[in-house]
């Protein structure tokens, strides 16, 4: 070792406490599922973790039924101040076993302990910490007046950020006083069941939260189910559609939160050190799984060599491995089935002519890696310019004037997030003015604070998750 690497600096799992398996969390208890089981494990080594039951119809069903008894007796009788006060007890049982769920969550999904312990459980607290103070707020929202919640709210999430999309959808629903049946992705159900038990700790009524486990089937029966009243969906655009069609023309409310394509501008005369990080976290954090990671680089021309090399100088010096490393910057990637997707769009990127640099990293034997990579001299019309990647993969185009920009980066079919870099305060507002896309971000990149709304436009989806817009999406008649 040379005395300019790291020593190992490993987080202990001594902290965890895991069951061998997990059930379903229905009416306030851990049961049996009657689907067939599934194992989830570690992405960085391929071991098993735990083993998971699967919700069947009946199982579904049994959830819903819960969450419609919570509901009618208890959820929707309470007041907003009790209520508030039980969203205030989880997020602080949130931050007393952060430390656990960080863990948990790195060795479930892969991303690096520093991402799990400082960003994505952090802002799980805030959720609820942010969400506890608009329980009893509703009639002075501005949101029409006497607000009443939907009911049941079914809720399905993905699987990179697990804990945190668990927390934009339940601590807005039970602020507005839904009850709750939410089916975490097959991949990542732990800290969905270890919050399972911190609302155990909490005392939260029986049936108010119901988590069901189990693969796409339960999800789509979620959905279909016709007692609940609300549907709350991310994930990709594929799935997204179908659920559209699935609830068209019956009395559910609807939000979907799909894929994105983002496009991170740079003008020449951007503060180019701040860029290169701001470059580095749109497309590199959390294994660029992150739906609206800066994936397109439009970089201003006169400055394109100078941005790539200093990228590539600046690759080279990031960690990959253990995700329970401290020092780890590139953790695993989340299955075998998503590496072998970042794979193919990869070689389709070389095969039409792009060119293709990676970071020269060691790459584990066991589990799923991919190095940061960089496409140079990609056309608009690539499949790496328009298809989701959702890996450590960037794609660099270059612009002339703000008006190329302006078209490259709403040449897109969708519109979630967007990143500007000058140092012109008037020209980032003009040019602001001028994207499609629901969240963008001004000489910086992939921040989140719970008072600002997310959401996107045309295939990304629509409606606002945070803020109190959030809140529309979970009570009757309400316009943001
Ligand atoms: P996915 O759509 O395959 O799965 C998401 C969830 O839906 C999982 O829980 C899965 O089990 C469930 N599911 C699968 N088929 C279903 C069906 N027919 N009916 C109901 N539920 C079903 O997506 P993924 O691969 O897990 O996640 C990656 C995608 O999520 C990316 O496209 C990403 O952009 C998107 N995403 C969007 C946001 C956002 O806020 N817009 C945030 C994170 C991820």
Redesign the pocket.
């Known amino acids: 070792m040379s005395f300019l690497e790291y020593a190992p600096a490993p987080e202990s799992t001594a902290i965890l406490n895991l069951k061998d398996s997990y059930g379903l969390f229905i009416d306030g208890e851990f049961v049996d599922g009657s689907g067939t089981p599934f194992h989830t494990i570690s992405p960085a080594t391929e071991k098993h973790i735990a083993e998971i039951a699967s919700a069947s119809d009946e199982d579904v069903d049994r959830a819903v039924a819960a969450a419609r008894r919570a509901y009618e007796k208890t959820w929707s009788k309470m007041s907003g101040r009790d209520r508030g006060k039980y969203l205030f007890r989880i997020a602080r049982l949130v931050q007393e076993r952060a430390r656990e769920l960080a863990v948990a969550e790195s060795l479930d999904n892969g991303k690096p302990i520093k991402e799990s312990r400082d960003v994505d459980v952090p802002l799980v607290a805030s959720w609820f910490f942010y969400y506890a103070g608009w329980a009893d707020k509703l009639d002075h929202a501005g949101l029409g007046a006497n607000p009443r919640a939907l009911g049941v709210a079914g809720q399905?999430?993905?699987?990179?950020?697990p804990l945190l999309?668990l927390a934009w959808k339940i601590a807005p629903a039970l602020a507005a006083g839904n009850t709750v049946v939410l089916?975490?992705?097959?991949t990542t159900p732990l800290t969905a069941l270890i919050f399972a038990e911190i609302l155990q700790q909490a005392d939260l009524p029986a049936g108010v939260v119901n988590i069901v486990t189990g693969?796409?089937a339960t999800?789509?029966t979620l959905?279909r189910h016709p007692d609940v009243d609300k549907v709350a969906f991310?994930?990709?655009?594929g799935?997204g559609r179908?659920?559209a069609r699935a609830v068209a023309g019956t009395h559910k409310k609807l939000t979907l939160?799909?894929?994105?394509k983002a496009a991170n501008i740079v003008f020449d005369d951007a503060p180019i050190d701040q860029a290169i990080e701001g470059i580095v976290n749109g497309i590199f954090f959390n294994q660029g799984h992150v739906?609206c990671a800066g994936s397109r680089l439009l970089v201003q021309e006169s400055i394109h060599d100078e941005v790539v090399d200093r990228l590539k100088t600046r690759l080279s010096t990031l960690r990959l491995g253990d995700p329970l490393d401290k020092n780890t910057d590139i953790g695993a990637i989340n299955s075998a089935a998503q590496l072998a997707r970042i794979r193919e769009l990869s070689d389709i990127g070389e095969a039409e002519g792009a060119e293709r640099w990676s970071a020269d990293c060691a790459i584990p034997e066991q589990g799923f890696w991919f190095a940061p990579t960089i496409f140079t001299g990609v056309e608009a019309s690539h499949r790496i310019a328009r298809d989701?990647v959702?890996g450590p993969v960037l794609s660099v185009l270059t612009f002339r004037t703000p008006a190329e920009a302006i078209a490259k980066a709403n040449n897109t079919p969708y519109g979630?997030s967007a990143g500007i870099w000058s140092d012109k305060g008037s020209r980032i507002l003009a040019v602001a003015d001028r994207l499609r896309a629901g969240v963008i971000w001004a000489n910086t990149f992939n921040r989140f604070d719970p008072s600002s709304p997310?959401g996107?436009y045309k295939e990304?989806?629509f409606g606002r998750e945070g803020g109190r817009q959030g809140l529309t999406a979970y009570l009757k008649g309400a316009a943001a």
């Open positions: 399905i999430i993905p699987w990179n950020f999309m089916k975490p992705a097959e693969a796409g999800g789509s959905v991310t994930g990709s655009t799935v179908d659920i939160e799909l894929g994105g739906c989701e959702f979630l997310f996107g990304s989806g």
